[in-house]
């Protein structure tokens, strides 16, 4: 087993690259002793949880945003994070700094790239609106993963907890430095300061805190957000590749998802037929998650379209002769209960496929059909700030609200077209 999970990491599969020269021998084995690890408690692709394993949660609540872990690696999210306290004297004022724009003096790379990132905007207009609802405990468990630091918690805390998910709340624990092995991209040194170096900035459970739910959240079988589990059962995983390898390519800070077109097309792939027999015009198009190591897309806030739509001669859209096929998962919340109404998300490797047919009619005049990919990527919180706005909000809420809504909406966008001949 260890030979054979060595050799998948070495030679890698499909998009995935493979090690084999690039990594150190001892590196390859420790990294295949990791997977079989996982491997171990993994259950079958696509299974459901089990429900005793929910009904335990509901009974002892896991803590969201918590490495589940021990020893030295758990300090860094091993449970809330506690407040820094008071800077030891020798720091230099910018090292007894947790703010944002102190790093930067001395990791202005890193800064630039947090600043267009979605970690820098996780505290949202519509987030501050559903907080200023509910009860202080179920805003602080928010704020475990949109703003950890103990210091962004407080009344007086605003310019820190605007800052979201900033370079302290991963790498500063008790004003001690956090974070991987230190590589070498400048000329200059940069200065010293207390660093423990660990591992796990490296590993995908790092982002396991805040892109995993805890059972006791699962709709249908599955945690609301499942992303970790889905790459434990897929075949990244089997082959060392870690959530970093997509989302910080050689450690950017730019944390790039569905939000981003570009990096939403480099993880599908599209293929289409269109034909007419007998009068019938059949188009099928495919399509495939071909660089997502989680289902596509991973959590429910999203979702993606394929659209059929036919043409005439002169490249006009024929009335009436569309089609479309909703690719996410779909659920809602209704009198305090958490309803999944459709789960059409496509996991690592696969494809979805849409088949329409239409005949007579208009439907004879066309010559070739257009195939669009359309991403909505916050579809779930469009629809909920739709339903908050629809009844009685005060001012600043629903101020919020509409802030939240417009921005959702301006992230929509095209991934692709294609248009396909109709073959006769």
Not at 122 to 151: F, I, N, S
Not at 258 to 266: K, M, S
Request: proline letters at 8%; hydrophobic letters at 35%; aromatic letters at 6%.
């Amino acid at each position: 087993m260890r030979r054979a999970a060595a050799l998948a990491i070495a030679t890698g599969r499909g998009p995935m690259p493979g090690y084999a020269g690039s990594l150190p021998d001892a590196d390859l084995w420790a990294l295949a002793d990791h997977v079989i690890s996982l491997q171990a408690s993994a259950r079958p692709r696509g299974a459901v949880m089990d429900e005793r394993a929910i009904d335990l949660d509901r009974a002892a609540k896991i803590a969201t945003g918590t490495w589940p872990g021990t020893g030295d690696e758990a300090i860094v999210f091993g449970g809330a994070i506690p407040p820094q306290g008071t800077p030891p004297p020798e720091l230099a004022p910018v090292q007894a700094s947790i703010s944002a724009p102190q790093c930067a003096r001395c990791h202005a790379k890193q800064y630039r790239e947090w600043q267009e990132s979605r970690h820098r905007g996780a505290v949202t207009p519509g987030l501050r609106a559903q907080m200023m609802g509910m009860k202080p405990d179920d805003a602080l468990a928010c704020l475990r993963c949109h703003a950890p630091l103990a210091e962004q918690r407080t009344h007086d805390s605003t310019p820190l907890r605007e800052q979201a998910v900033s370079c302290a709340g991963c790498h500063v624990r008790g004003w001690k430095r956090h974070g991987p092995e230190r590589v070498a991209p400048s000329l200059l040194p940069l200065p010293g300061y207390p660093l423990a170096k660990l591992d796990l900035y490296e590993r995908a459970d790092f982002c396991m805190p805040c892109h995993q739910l805890p059972p006791r959240t699962a709709v249908g079988g599955r945690p609301l957000l499942d992303t970790y589990r889905e790459w434990v059962e897929g075949p990244y995983m089997a082959r060392g590749i870690q959530c970093q390898h997509c989302h910080m390519p050689n450690r950017e800070h730019e944390f790039k998802g569905i939000h981003d077109p570009h990096t939403f097309r480099q993880g599908i792939s599209l293929t289409a037929r269109a034909e007419v027999k007998d009068g019938t015009i059949t188009i099928v198009a495919e399509l495939g998650n071909v660089g997502a190591g989680h289902y596509l897309p991973t959590t429910p806030t999203p979702a993606a379209w394929i659209v059929i739509e036919l043409l005439d001669a002169s490249g006009k859209r024929i009335e009436g002769a569309s089609s479309e096929m909703r690719i996410g998962r779909d659920i809602s919340f209704d009198a305090g209960k958490w309803t999944e109404h459709s789960d059409t998300r496509i996991p690592p490797g696969e494809r979805a496929v849409m088949s329409r047919a239409w005949k007579g009619g208009r439907t004879a005049q066309a010559t070739s059909a257009r195939i669009l990919v359309e991403v909505h990527p916050d579809d779930y919180y469009e629809r909920l700030y739709e339903r908050r706005l629809a009844g009685k909000l005060e001012p600043e809420r629903r101020a919020l609200y509409k802030e939240a809504l417009a921005l959702a909406k301006a992230a929509r966008y095209q991934a692709l077209t294609r248009d396909v001949p109709i073959t006769r």
